[in-house]
């Protein structure tokens, strides 16, 4: 059971070290996919088999065999993990599931602030929002129906082909609903730190993927690289924001716009379908721990009545 | 395809709003066209134009024989400057919060401007 039950931690573990070579090595919507899917199914099976642990080695002690009508001898000689490791596993997904419930509520509450914020000043039936802003900015808020922010300085600094690039990077961020992959990966971080380096690596697929439907859009590679370049050139000459809102370290824009002005992505199916195995055999893993665990209990119920 | 034919339109609207936007004066359908830079039937650009006018996104007046075209509603800056201080403030909020929205672009150091600034004069030197 022990060999089952490490196999999502593993893949947490390798995930944690392959985050940003899938994000780099595939096709950006592919890559997103990949390493939001990745990082919740990692996430999730591994919080499974830590309650299946915490259940089934808090089951020996004979207060809970008396409540429950087990038998707790045929506990412990199924292997349950001692009581220590019970209590310690307990104490660790209630602490990761109130840290993920946190982030979703956070997340929630910060696209409900911007959308707030924004409230009333698209163009009239639009998602286009103008800011008359001395510092060039564009950027677009996630929820049910995205918006596009972009400053008149931004705009002004742009040619016409740039600003489509522009418009249609941030078009493919809100058609996409970009801001889903990444809040879900911050979930997924959330309830459980292991998975936290695909978080910076699904915000830059997300670009990524904009990019390269940016590109498509307009159907000029080097116009989008141009567009990308102009862009990040007008931001750094005006004010300075406070903080890189995206993480995003700032080498990112210049790979962006390489990527950019290189062929478009190979599709590496056979990676892509290699990486994608990893979703059954961690949900293989935590339906056999569960089974496992419940069998167990049962047996010690038997037991306990014969 | 219905859907792509929507997408396409809206994203038409939406680069003719950028477009009267960044030259900040009212202009002709000819004068759009002629900004667009791109293969555009000139009827496309005045259905457009005053498509938007429909949608009172744009207002537009006579000036001769042509209507020029201006973004609708210019007295909402003074609102849009509040929304634009809100915005920064969530935007400098820390990663939490300013996660939500995905910025076109992050802050580069020295070196990147440097390299992208010599990317950009030798993509304009060959058109």
């Known amino acids: ?306 | 395809m219905p859907a792509k034919g929507n997408r396409s339109r809206g994203a038409l609207e939406q680069e003719i709003l950028a477009c009267l936007v960044s030259t900040g004066r009212p202009m002709t359908p000819a004068e759009v066209q002629a900004e667009l830079g791109r293969d555009l039937a000139y009827t496309t650009v005045m259905t457009t134009l005053s498509r938007l006018h429909d949608k009172r996104a744009l207002d537009r007046c006579l000036r001769g024989r042509a209507f020029r075209y201006s973004l609708a509603g210019d007295a909402e800056g003074v609102r849009a400057n509040v929304t634009a201080h809100q915005m920064h403030k969530l935007l400098a909020d820390g990663t939490d919060r300013a996660s939500v929205l995905t910025r076109f672009v992050a802050e580069l150091n020295p070196d990147d401007e440097q390299l992208l600034a010599e990317l950009l004069a030798r993509s304009d030197e060959q058109p």
Do not use: K
């Open chain 1, 1 to 306: 059971m022990i060999l089952f039950a490490i196999v999502p931690f593993v893949f947490a573990l390798a995930l944690h070290f392959t985050s940003a070579f899938i994000s780099r090595a595939l096709p950006p919507a592919w890559a997103s996919w990949l390493l939001t899917v990745l990082s919740l199914t990692v996430s999730v099976t591994c919080g499974l088999i830590l309650s299946a642990a915490a259940v089934i080695s808090l089951a020996r002690l004979p207060e809970a065999a008396q409540l429950g009508h087990w038998s707790a001898p045929i506990i412990e000689h199924g292997g349950a993990p001692p009581v220590w490791l019970g209590v310690l596993a307990t104490l660790v997904v209630s602490l990761l599931l109130s840290m993920a419930l946190i982030r979703s509520l956070r997340s929630i509450s910060a696209i409900a602030a911007a959308r707030y914020a924004l409230r009333g000043l698209e163009v009239p039936q639009s998602n286009l929002v103008v800011i008359e802003n001395a510092s060039p900015t564009a950027y677009s808020v996630g929820g049910l129906h995205g918006r596009i922010v972009v400053s008149t300085s931004m705009l002004r600094a742009l040619s016409a082909g740039e600003r489509r690039v522009l418009l249609a990077h941030e078009a493919a961020h809100v058609r996409h609903h970009h801001y889903l992959f990444v809040q879900l990966c911050e979930v997924a971080a959330a309830a459980n730190p292991l998975v936290r380096a695909s978080v910076s690596a699904v915000r830059v697929s997300v670009e990524r993927w904009a990019d390269e439907v940016a590109a498509r859009d307009v159907g000029d590679r080097a116009l989008a690289a141009r567009g990308l370049a102009r862009a990040a050139l007008a931001c750094s000459t005006g004010q300075p924001m406070t903080r890189a809102a995206l993480g995003i370290s700032d080498g990112d824009v210049v790979l962006r716009v390489r990527a950019l002005l290189s062929a478009p992505p190979t599709q590496r199916r056979q990676l892509a379908a290699l990486l994608a195995l990893v979703v059954p055999l961690c949900w293989l893993a935590a339906a056999v721990v569960a089974i496992r665990t419940h069998g167990l209990i049962e047996l010690a119920e038997h037991a306990y009545f014969s």
